[in-house]
């Protein structure tokens, strides 16, 4: 299993890697997509909401089941990988990659302070 250090990480698999000032990237996790099994659909149509930590901004479908997608942190969904919608597998290839999900506007930085790093994020898996 890959877990980049310079990532923050979720108890519900979910990573964040912020990049230009209050901008996120947010994907799952390689655990999670092994865990999931080949991903045939991503689904999130929240492009333009704001949500606080932990909503549900979307779904994953697998061959076995669909699970949802939980927003790390607070703020305003920007961009969903365009990529995604003719080729899903990017998410099993390469999950820290071309298989990120949303870029988000982050609402308040503490959030992401406040989440596992990679050592942390690999004691609970």
Known sequence: MNFPADLRYTSEHEWVKMTDGNIAIVGITDFAQSELGDIVFV??????????????????EAVKTVSDLFLPIGGKILEVNPA??????????????????????????????????????????
């Open 84 to 125: 995604l919608q003719n080729a899903p597998e990017l998410v099993n290839n390469d999950p820290y990659g071309e298989g990120w999900m949303i870029k988000l506007e982050v609402g308040n930085i503490a959030e992401f302070d406040a989440l596992m790093d990679a050592t942390a994020y690999q004691n609970i898996i």
């Open 43 to 60: 689904e999130i149509e929240t492009v333009g909401q704001t949500f606080p930590a932990n909503e549900i901004f979307g779904t994953v």
